[in-house]
């Protein structure tokens, strides 16, 4: 990637995980998401682009900034399973609910997952920090420090 192709990734990857957050929350609100993001944190669109080998991002920003980056990465989709298994998980349903097609979740569910949902808007907000930190880093190497 160029020095360019590199911080508009860094970019997008902002912009997807603010996405993710507008998800959950209109998720959280009782409407239906047809796409949640995935919950393994190299299926996520910004997973499959920091993991790619190709992009040479731990060379590019350096193990350190990688590391940081990496480890809020990583927690935010630790958390976001406990969300994900209450909103999006497919549930077994009673043969009652199955009859009279109901398929809400039920409201003490949707109060934990508004509890882990605030938990996860600290994390979000560390790794944009680790996403910042990553695009200042990048944005001051020359352009032959990319591929």
């Known amino acids: 990637m160029t020095k360019d192709e590199t ?4 970019k997008k990857a902002k912009e997807a995980h ?6 959950i929350e209109t998720a959280i609100n009782g409407k239906e998401i047809t796409n949640p993001t995935a919950v393994e944190k190299t299926k996520c669109e910004f997973g499959k682009w920091l993991y790619d080998p190709q992009n ?10 990688y590391t940081n980056l ?3 990465h990583e927690k935010w989709h630790r958390e976001y399973s406990k969300i994900y298994n209450i909103l999006f998980k497919e ?18 569910e949707i109060d934990k997952a508004k509890l ?12 944009l920090k680790a996403l910042a930190s990553a695009e200042r880093r990048a944005s001051a190497l ?5 591929y």
């Open 7 to 10: 911080l508009v990734a860094i």
């Open 116 to 127: 882990y949902y605030a938990e996860l808007q600290e994390t979000t907000s560390q790794l």
């Open 56 to 65: 040479h991002m731990q060379e590019i920003i350096g193990s350190q900034f």
């Open 91 to 108: 549930k077994k349903k009673g043969f009652f609910s199955k009859m009279l097609g109901k398929n809400s979740i039920d409201p003490l």
């Open 142 to 146: 020359q352009e032959t420090k990319f």
């Open 18 to 23: 603010e996405i993710q957050m507008q998800k």
């Open 70 to 72: 990496d480890f809020e």
